[in-house]
């Protein structure tokens, strides 16, 4: 091979070794940002709970923990709606049903 050829080999190596790094940079910013929204989001979740717990910064965790087994366990189950197949939207309760002929 000449030398000019293993030059553009070399380099084309470099340019594989750069974009690689920049693939694990990118790779990196992308999972930091997850953990940081689901950080985010339990926060919120968890104030939004909180809001709802009387005297809920005396408490301790398990406590929590039980409270709010309890409190799922014994719900009754939530009321079946019509929804739409592709949107998973409650479907409007009036009018027409195209599939019955019902209305």
Known sequence: MSKSRLDKIASYEEQIAELNN???????????????????RLIERGAILESFIPNADSLNNEQVKTLL???FD??????KTKTS???????????????????
């Open 74 to 79: 014994t719900a009754p189950p939530p009321a």
């Open 69 to 71: 087994q309890e409190a």
């Open 22 to 40: 920049r693939k694990k940079q990118e790779m990196q910013k992308h999972r930091t940002e997850e953990r940081k929204a689901r950080t985010r």
């Open 85 to 103: 197949a592709q949107s998973g939207v409650p479907a409007p309760s009036g009018g027409d049903d195209c599939m019955t002929g019902t209305g």
